[in-house]
């Protein structure tokens, strides 16, 4: 029998002491793991360094990372746990998306590629040579 894949939403502040590499490293270690337990990996989006509100473990700065991803219920206990034993995520909150959820983030990605394509005919545009102009004798 198959498990339900929900869709989930997982937003971590990783310690923005550690070095770039060690962040991105971090990042597709958490991948990995979702992706090694059955679940499909749909967005991970790199909101980058940010000041925190408030001091979390005497820190003042963390890098937000934002992933969408599909799995079975089970994984997600799991995940937590290795989320909260890991030294260098500050913090983390991992949502089950509901439909008003999922109706959100599928409009969110429609109006992004629509976005991406104008520019892109902007950019076409102006790129594409002008017309030359001609001169009329008066």
Same mark, same amino acid.
């Given at each position: 029998? /198959?498990?339900?894949? *929900?869709?989930?939403?997982?937003?971590? +502040? !990783? *310690?923005? =002491?550690?070095?770039?590499?060690? !962040?991105?490293?971090?990042?597709?270690?958490?991948?990995?793991?979702?992706?090694?337990?059955?679940?499909?990996?749909?967005? !991970?989006?790199?909101?980058? $360094?940010?000041?925190?509100?408030?001091?979390?473990?005497?820190?003042? *700065?963390?890098?937000? =990372?934002?992933?969408?991803?599909?799995?079975?219920?089970? %994984?997600?206990?799991?995940?937590?746990?290795? %989320?909260?034993?890991?030294? *260098? +995520?500050?913090?983390?909150?991992?949502?089950?998306?509901?439909?008003?959820?999922?109706?959100?983030?599928?409009?969110?990605?429609?109006?992004? /590629?629509?976005?991406?394509?104008?520019?892109?005919? /902007?950019?076409?545009?102006? $790129?594409?040579?002008?017309?030359?102009?001609?001169?009329?004798?008066?």
């Amino acid at each position: 029998m /198959a498990t339900q894949q *929900n869709s989930y939403e997982l937003t971590y +502040i !990783v *310690n923005s =002491v550690i070095s770039d590499e060690q !962040v991105k490293d971090l990042i597709s270690r958490v991948s990995a793991y979702i992706t090694e337990a059955g679940g499909e990996i749909t967005e !991970v989006d790199e909101w980058g $360094a940010r000041r925190l509100s408030y001091p979390i473990q005497k820190k003042r *700065n963390g890098y937000y =990372v934002n992933m969408y991803f599909r799995s079975s219920g089970a %994984l997600i206990p799991r995940l937590e746990r290795a %989320l909260e034993i890991d030294d *260098n +995520i500050l913090r983390y909150m991992s949502l089950r998306m509901d439909a008003k959820m999922i109706r959100h983030y599928e409009a969110s990605i429609s109006k992004r /590629a629509e976005d991406e394509k104008a520019e892109k005919a /902007a950019a076409a545009e102006a $790129a594409a040579p002008a017309p030359p102009a001609t001169e009329t004798e008066d």
